[in-house]
T-cell receptor, first 114, second 112 residues
Framework: SAVISQKPSRDICQRGTSLTIQCQVD?????MFWYRQQPGQSLTLIAT?????????ESGFVIDKFPISRPNLTFSTLTVSNMSPEDSSIYLC???????????FGQGTRLTVV | GQQLNQSPQSMFIQEGEDVSMNCTSS?????WLWYKQDPGEGPVLLIA?????ELTSNGRLTAQFGITRKDSFLNISASIPSDVGIYFC????????????FGGGTRLMVKP
């Protein structure tokens, strides 16, 4: 397993501002992912955070809105840019530990945009 | 993209009863994962399944990887109030870069 720490755990932000969420893992992992969970919904993959290269974004998500950094194998950040109330969601960091394949999640960042 | 249909969406059960939920997909998965999410928390991995036909238990929880690799079920025996939460299935495919596809969730509510 992996221990994943996400910061902040929650925040209330003004529209038009940006928030950067940090994800720290207690061990080196190859694959890190960022998910969004809108209120009452399931999880949707935003992007795969690649170490040493640009993140791979899923359909409907773009780098200008959700820039991601992955400077090493234990850390990643997701920025939610130019926020609007529609961005109010839980944002979750996830890691895949490899063999055997399992995916673990941080506790999430609950974002409210007002 | 891949779709996972999870059912039921929600259920009330009496404490002590057994619970069953399942997920079906139009695509084959290499791995099935079952999670529980409590309010204000991230999903917690309950059971991971890696082979078609595999049956795995974790305490009162039992899950199976369907023979066709397109479905999985989770059973909870003798439910208790702390079983309340949202349960998600997730399928992982090597052909999709190992990304997870999630079901819509089953909200479990237990009557004390």
């Amino acid at each position: 397993s992996a221990v994943i720490s996400q910061k902040p755990s929650r925040d209330i932000c003004q529209r038009g501002t940006s928030l950067t969420i940090q994800c720290q893992v207690d061990s080196q992992v190859t694959m890190m992912f960022w998910y969004r969970q809108q209120p009452g919904q399931s999880l949707t993959l935003i992007a795969t955070a690649n170490q040493g290269s640009e993140a791979t974004y899923e359909s409907g998500f773009v780098i200008d809105k959700f820039p991601i950094s992955r400077p090493n194998l234990t850390f990643s950040t997701l920025t939610v840019s130019n926020m609007s109330p529609e961005d109010s969601s839980i944002y979750l960091c996830s890691v895949d530990t490899g063999a055997p394949r399992s995916a673990f999640f941080g506790q999430g960042t609950r974002l409210t945009v007002v | 993209g891949q779709q996972l249909n999870q059912s039921p969406q929600s259920m009330f059960i009496q404490e002590g009863e057994d619970v069953s939920m399942n997920c079906t997909s139009s695509s084959i998965f290499n791995t099935w994962l079952w999670y529980k999410q409590d309010p204000g928390e991230g999903p917690v991995l309950l059971i991971a399944l890696y082979k078609a036909g595999e049956l795995t238990s974790n305490g009162r929880l039992t899950a199976q990887f369907g023979i066709t690799r397109k479905d999985s079920f989770l059973n909870i025996s003798a439910s208790i109030p702390s079983d309340v939460g949202i349960y998600f299935c997730a399928g992982q495919s090597v052909n999709a870069g190992n990304m997870l596809t999630f079901g819509g969730g089953t909200r479990l509510m237990v009557k004390p």
